[in-house]
């Protein structure tokens, strides 16, 4: 599986867009972008996945760079709620394991 | 719907002991992967079962095991338990096609003492 580097922590003013970056240099073909987060204390939430183009749902878009080296992941209105670690993950399409780094602390601030 | 349940939420053991940990996937999943989760770290897969057949196993010594029921639902066994096994055990469940996503439980948390 590649290995991702995201950096250890971002901060975001309340309302603002926050703007996760993740590289994956080392991708390959046919190994999807999945971004998962965890708020304290719970288990990991999915948030979205792509492939090769742009993807938007009712929580995020996700912006894959034209050579899937790297991607970033958009909260388009944080909220406190939104607080948590991002975790940016590579992997091959559905039934394969995860493979969680240290991921982003994003801290949503009022 | 109900989400992917675990129970217990919390657990304490004493080093040596043996534990089990219960987990129910979503009503439909077909599939069910463990992950341990250390504090500060993120997860780390420990085993992938589908239809009841072990389909993945991370780097676990032999001491860990699992199984999956023919309702789905899955037991995660721990033996000889070490102090390095207190972490945040987590459950998660995934449709049997498609590509959706997983959808985890809120963990057990078991501290070994």
């Known amino acids: 599986d590649a290995k991702t580097t995201q950096p250890p922590s971002m901060d975001c003013a309340e309302g603002r867009a926050a703007n996760l970056p993740c590289n994956h240099s080392t991708i390959s073909g046919n190994e999807y972008v999945y971004w998962y987060r965890q708020i304290h204390s719970q288990g990991p939430q999915y948030i979205i996945h792509g492939l090769k183009n742009n993807e938007t749902n009712e929580m995020a878009s996700l912006i894959i760079t034209e050579d899937r080296k790297s991607s970033t992941l958009i909260l388009p209105h944080a909220t406190l709620r939104d607080t948590a670690v991002y975790y940016c993950i590579v992997g091959k399409e559905y039934g394969n394991k995860l493979v969680f780094g240290a991921g982003t602390i994003l801290r949503v601030k009022s | 719907d109900a989400g992917v349940t675990q129970s217990p939420t919390h657990l304490i053991k004493t080093r040596g002991q043996h534990v089990t940990l219960r987990c129910s996937p979503i009503s439909g999943h077909k599939s069910v992967s463990w992950y341990q989760q250390v504090l500060g770290q993120g997860p780390q897969f420990i085993f992938q079962?589908?239809?009841?057949?072990?389909?993945g196993r991370g780097n676990f010594p032999d001491r860990f095991s699992a199984r999956q029921f023919p309702n789905y639902s899955s037991e995660l066994n721990v033996n000889a338990l070490l102090l390095g096994d207190s972490a945040l055990y987590l459950c998660?469940?995934?449709?049997?096609?498609?590509?959706?996503?997983?959808?985890f439980g809120s963990g057990t948390r078991l501290t070994v003492v």
């Open positions: 998660a469940s995934s449709l049997p096609t498609g590509n959706y996503g997983y959808t």
């Open positions: 079962y589908y239809e009841k057949e072990e389909r």
